[in-house]
């Protein structure tokens, strides 16, 4: 098939990877197979430890239990196919990696929207507590979810649409270890202005607003905080929040940096380097930064632990 130009248009890709450095390439392989491993791990442990624990079907696991399913299906659309550039030459069809793409924003914008979902369910709590069975009732919960999958499927559909309109014939070599937006609009040989005006769109609507609820909520939340008198009481409502407040900040700090730039095409290294926290590195965190100090989470694996043991 030609373009319009007359050159052949690209049906592959070729992914560079994390590094060309053949000497890094091996110790690379383990450490991001062993990363990817605790992810799994520990998102499908949290997922099926909220699902046997009555005691856990509350609206904060309630959103902890689908933000641990999306960073459990995130990894899977990216690190797979990230281990084999450090084993071999990683092709991609045009099929696939427009796939990748839409299932990578997807989840990302997903993620973006049940923490905000979670840093409203925190106000709520300390904030409203009276409230907060009549306002994070079953079916507002519901109600919430449904729209952060939603708003992934249209941000997904929006910047998947726009890449498929354009021509790549200026090579197909991807300097990336998947199919992200910025890598894939140096190859293209049309216009790319209405791609990077949608990346500043979808970006910042998903990016920019939740980042202001969330700022609101914990606003609200320490303000209600420093008005409560007992210590001890000050430092339990706290502690329900800094989990949260550690997820937000790897996973916000690392998705601006990367596309609220001047142009949504930047430097490859920062780029990878920034990927790696938000598309790997958070997704594997996750499940330790909510657990570790969750005294609800320990007392419910003691308990399937005992359960398991007396079967």
């Known amino acids: 098939m030609a373009s319009s130009n007359g050159s052949t248009t690209v049906k592959e890709f070729i992914l560079l990877g994390l590094t060309q450095q053949p000497e890094l390439q091996l110790p690379l392989f383990f450490l991001f197979l062993g990363i990817y491993v605790v992810s799994m791990v520990g998102n499908l442990g949290l997922m099926v430890l ?39 030459q990683n092709i991609i069809s045009h099929a696939e990696c427009m796939t990748q793409l839409f299932f990578f924003a997807f989840f990302v914008i997903d ?3 049940i923490l ?4 409203y369910d925190r106000y709520v709590a300390i904030c409203k507590p009276l409230l907060y069975q009549v306002t994070m009732s079953h079916q507002v919960c519901f109600v919430l979810t449904m729209s952060v999958y939603t708003m992934g499927f249209v941000g997904a559909m929006a910047h998947t ?5 354009l021509t790549f014939c200026a090579g197909n070599i991807i300097n990336h270890y998947m199919c992200d937006i910025p890598p894939l609009l140096k190859l293209s040989c049309t216009s790319t202005t209405i791609n990077e005006l949608v990346v500043f769109i979808v970006v910042g609507v998903n990016v920019i607003g939740p980042s202001l609820i969330i700022f609101t909520s914990y ?15 000050r430092s339990k409502a706290f502690s329900t929040c800094s989990s949260h407040i550690i997820a937000v900040s790897i996973f916000f700090g690392a998705s601006a940096f990367m596309y609220l730039k001047p142009s949504p095409i930047g430097t490859v290294g920062e780029d990878k380097v920034s990927t790696v926290f938000y598309t790997i590195v958070g997704p594997m965190l996750n499940p330790f ?13 003691t308990k399937t632990f005992k359960k398991s043991m007396l079967i």
């Open 219 to 233: 606003t609200l939340i320490i303000s209600n905080i420093s008005h409560i008198r007992s210590t001890e009481s």
């Open 289 to 301: 930064i909510y657990s570790l100090r969750n005294k609800d989470v320990h007392i419910a694996l």
């Open 111 to 113: 993620e973006c929207c």
């Open 161 to 165: 649409v726009c890449m498929l309109r």
């Open 50 to 88: 909220i699902i046997l624990n009555p005691h856990l079907h509350t609206p904060m696991y309630y959103f902890l239990f689908n933000l641990s399913f999306i960073d459990f299906c995130y990894s899977s659309v990216i690190t797979p196919k990230m281990l084999v550039s450090f084993v071999k």
């Open 116 to 119: 905000t979902a979670m840093a």
